[in-house]
Antibody, heavy 123, light 110 residues
Framework: QVQLQESGPGLVRPSETLSLTCTVS????????WSWIRQPPGKGLEWIGY???????NYNPSLKRRVTISGDTSKNQFSLMVDSVTAADTAVYYC?????????????????WGQGALVTVSS | QSALTQPASVSGSPGQSITISCTGT?????????VSWYQQHPGKAPKLMIY???NRPSGVSNRFSGSKSGNTASLTISGLQAEDEADYYC??????????FGTGTQVTVL
């Protein structure tokens, strides 16, 4: 059974960098879209971006300037950094596995999710 | 990229059927069969309920079904049960971005 677990600081100061890591267990990272999704308190979900095995990375255009996603398949981990955070970046951050039905399919769906990590931006 | 439009809330009595709509454009829902639906209970991570418009993952009740017509996708819950009370989100592939999310719908079982 695939499991994902987010880890990182729960409190970040304004203007600093938010950093989270997702550890994947129970399966290989090969062939999937490893994604970050966030949800501000009381609001809807927002896709942040993904890293695909082999190094392809794609970001939400609205966040692209401040976001970096990286991966370490040897550790079965992938990470998120968000620069210059403000209170608007306060959210529960989820990591999720994106699965496509066939190689190079343009779309994918999120079949496994982490439990989520609340990150609060405050001084 | 604008979010997909969902009704803010839908309600129904136990045993009834309800349908949640998700409206996009020809660049997302209308152009591709990559719509998925997620159920989220308070304080929990979203759970995949439907993928690629109408496919149900193993373990998901057959009371949940999905469809699409033009630029609108729909999730139908038949035989509504108390445990179905949750928030529901649609997601679609888009020619502009790999994942565009719906605004979310709160389902209430009366």
């Amino acid at each position: 059974q695939v499991q994902l677990q987010e880890s990182g600081p729960g409190l970040v100061r304004p203007s600093e960098t938010l950093s989270l890591t997702c550890t994947v267990s129970g399966g290989s990272m090969r062939g999937y879209y490893w994604s970050w999704i966030r949800q501000p308190p009381g609001k809807g979900l927002e896709w942040i971006g993904y890293i695909y095995y082999g190094g392809t990375i794609n970001y939400n255009p609205s966040l692209k300037r401040r976001v970096t996603i990286s991966g370490d398949t040897s550790k079965n981990q992938f990470s998120l950094m968000v620069d210059s955070v403000t209170a608007a970046d306060t959210a529960v951050y989820y990591c999720a596995r994106g699965t496509a039905s066939y190689n190079y399919a343009p779309g994918h769906y999120f079949d496994y999710w982490g439990q989520g990590a609340l990150v609060t931006v405050s001084s | 990229q604008s979010a997909l439009t969902q009704p803010a809330s839908v309600s129904g009595s136990p045993g009834q059927s309800i349908t949640i709509s998700c409206t996009g454009t020809s660049s997302d829902i209308g152009g591709y069969n990559y719509v998925s639906w997620y159920q989220q209970h308070p304080g929990k991570a979203p759970k995949l309920m439907i993928y690629e418009v109408s496919n149900r993952p193993s373990g998901v009740s057959n009371r949940f079904s999905g469809s699409k017509s033009g630029n609108t996708a729909s999730l139908t819950i038949s035989g509504l049960q108390a445990e179905d009370e949750a928030d529901y989100y649609c997601i679609s592939y888009s020619s502009n971005t790999p994942s565009v999310f719906g605004t979310g719908t709160q389902v209430t079982v009366l």
